[in-house]
């Protein structure tokens, strides 16, 4: 089990590596498109980087849902429970 | 068995050219969201020409460049996935036009991944003993499939045609067209579509972005694999034009750092099965890649489908 706390860090990693984001920047009401600029592509990119770092499977159907950072924690912290 | 090399190329793209602004008055979008996205800075759209008239100029080049002739020829493959007619195909209706007498003619449809289907059909029937001297075709008009006000598809395609010519290898030459790799992902069979009668292009952009980046480095190294080639002894590298964000990442996972890589996405957009042919035409017309090295051709799209092969520089 990993704390949200912990999945929003594993995050931030992930997008400083593929989109370039500050790791600062990430906090679970920021949006990933409107508040860290990452496009819908990049977003599959984090999405299979997320799926190896925590073991966890993220549909393409689910990937449209995942709005904020929160939304993407609560996803990886449901499918790992 | 002798094997086959390519002996020449040619290629064809209609003179009227459709900029991102043309398209920023049609749909939503811009030129700086097109070209981070996808890379495309502007393509060509046919006007009278069919599919066929594109394959037989584009297969006329390439012929005139092999110093062959019509008479030479006895067999034509036509990759493409947006020709409207069923019948007949368009490979007789490019031997017609140069005047082949009778040749086997026959299209291959495995949409983007065509021309690598097609390349590895002539070589096989070539190997077989089957074919002497074969024109490969990709070739499409995918405007006319378009949807003109989906600002999610109308900025990515473009038409044109490009062709190879392929001919037997002498004895004991070493082969000039190495074996394929081909295969499919038919669980993915929906997320591109040109379905019904008067049908338009749909996909599902983030599905096939995933299965291209994350599935495909490892079939491309396969395919150097098999030909016993280093991907860093390429000389050049010419994947399907789909997507720059897919072309760079893949020439950079597989590590081909000495070789050319076909960026003609950039002028021409997408083109489906065209795109290998036409690249790699302009490549060799501009003389970019020396004449002997092993160049890596690798095609994936609808279907889902992937096909690549290693092949020599005529």
Redesign the interface.
């Known amino acids: 089990m990993t704390s949200r706390a912990e999945i929003t860090e594993g995050l931030a990693e992930i997008l400083e590596e593929v989109a370039g984001v500050n790791p600062g920047d990430v906090a679970e009401e920021k949006s990933f498109t409107d508040d860290l600029d990452v496009d819908s592509l990049s977003m599959v990119e984090v999405v299979v980087a997320a799926e190896e770092k925590f073991g966890v499977k993220i549909p393409d159907d689910e990937v449209q849902n995942l709005k904020t950072v929160g939304d993407a924690v609560s996803f990886i912290e449901k499918a790992q429970a | 068995m002798t094997g086959s090399k390519i002996l020449a190329m040619g290629h064809y793209q209609p003179s009227r050219v459709l900029t991102n602004g043309d398209l920023a008055n049609m749909v939503d979008t811009n030129d700086a969201w097109i070209r ?2 996808v890379g495309i800075a502007e393509r060509r759209i046919a006007e009278g020409e069919t599919v066929a008239d594109m394959a037989a100029a584009a297969a006329g080049k390439a012929l005139a460049n092999s110093g062959l002739t019509a008479a030479d020829i006895d067999l034509i493959i036509v990759a493409t996935c947006s020709s409207v007619d069923r019948c007949p195909n368009v490979a007789t209706r490019v031997a017609a036009k140069l005047g082949v007498a009778a040749p086997a003619a026959f299209d291959v449809n495995t949409a983007c991944s065509g021309f690598s289907y097609a390349l590895a059909s002539a070589d096989h029937a070539i190997r077989a003993g089957a074919s002497r001297n074969a024109i490969v075709v990709g070739a499409e008009k995918l405007s006319e499939v378009t949807d003109w006000s989906d600002r999610s598809t109308a900025v990515l395609f473009g038409d044109g045609a490009g062709a190879a010519i392929v001919t037997a290898c002498a004895e004991n030459e070493e082969p000039g067209i190495g074996p394929v790799v081909w295969g499919s992902a038919p669980e993915l069979n929906d997320v591109i579509q040109i379905e019904g009668w008067r049908p338009y292009i749909k996909q ?4 096939v ?2 299965w291209a ?2 599935s495909l480095p490892p079939l491309a190294r396969q395919v150097c694999e098999k030909a016993g080639i280093e991907p860093s002894e390429l000389g050049a590298f010419v994947p399907h034009q789909a ?1 720059l ?1 897919i072309i760079d990442p893949l020439a950079r996972k597989l590590g081909v750092v000495n070789a050319v890589v076909a960026r003609d996405i950039v002028e021409s957009g997408n083109t489906s099965a065209a795109s290998i042919p036409l690249a790699l035409s302009k490549l060799l017309e501009r003389r970019e890649v020396p004449s002997g090295a092993p160049m890596l051709l690798f095609g994936f799209g609808g279907g889902l489908t992937y096909a690549g092969q290693v092949v020599r520089c005529p």
Request: glycine share 8%; proline share 0%.
């Open positions: 981070d996205r599902a952009g983030q599905s972005f995933r980046t994350y997507n964000r």
